[in-house]
């Protein structure tokens, strides 16, 4: 099973727009997004998903009602954690490193996926912890998501 992963979008319409024919082009059949979408207008892009959502808020996500009511269109967004079993693999989502790194380590967990810091990161004990980069590109003017085949757990990166 391949999976779409992104964090940090905010608001990069174009951005999320190119994410998701990504997603459409590898067949992905879950995507999850760690966060900071910030307005509700840029979740538009993601109601042509052929695939679920699933998602957590950021420190940036402002006008948590309105997303919420629209993600929740579409798919799931939880305040800080969202957990899912996906292809008999154990899926949990944050925004925040701090709160990634002891759920990884926990050994609960076959994916921690996490977002904040717009920085690429791929680590792989017990536990696939991932941060796909960021959606957006605003900070560091890449643009990047991932994708995870949850067989092997491995990571493809593709800049948008």
């Known amino acids: 099973m391949l999976i779409g992963v992104m964090a940090d979008s905010h608001d990069n319409v174009p951005m999320v727009e190119a994410a998701v024919s990504l997603f459409h082009r590898h067949q992905v059949e879950h995507v999850l997004h760690a ?6 207008f840029a979740v538009e892009p993601l109601r042509s998903l052929a695939c679920p959502l699933l998602s ?3 420190n940036n996500d402002g006008e948590r009602l ?9 798919g799931e967004v939880h305040d800080y954690l969202a957990t899912a079993t996906l292809a008999n693999r154990r899926v949990a989502i944050v925004h925040y ?3 990634a790194e002891p759920l990884a380590e926990s050994g609960a967990f076959d994916l921690v996926v996490y ?3 717009h920085r690429v990161d791929q680590r792989h004990d017990s536990t696939l ?3 796909p980069g960021e959606t957006g590109g605003w900070l560091t003017g890449c643009s990047t998501v991932a994708i995870v085949d949850l067989d092997d757990l491995a990571v493809q990166l593709h800049e948008l």
Do not use: M, Q, S
């Not at 309105?66 to 579409?74: K, N, S, T, Y």
């Open 97 to 99: 490193p701090d709160l």
């Open 129 to 131: 912890l991932l941060n």
């Open 66 to 74: 309105g997303l919420a009511a629209r993600i929740r269109e579409i």
């Open 35 to 40: 966060g900071d979408f910030i307005a509700p």
């Open 56 to 58: 957590v808020f950021g």
């Open 115 to 117: 977002g904040h810091t």
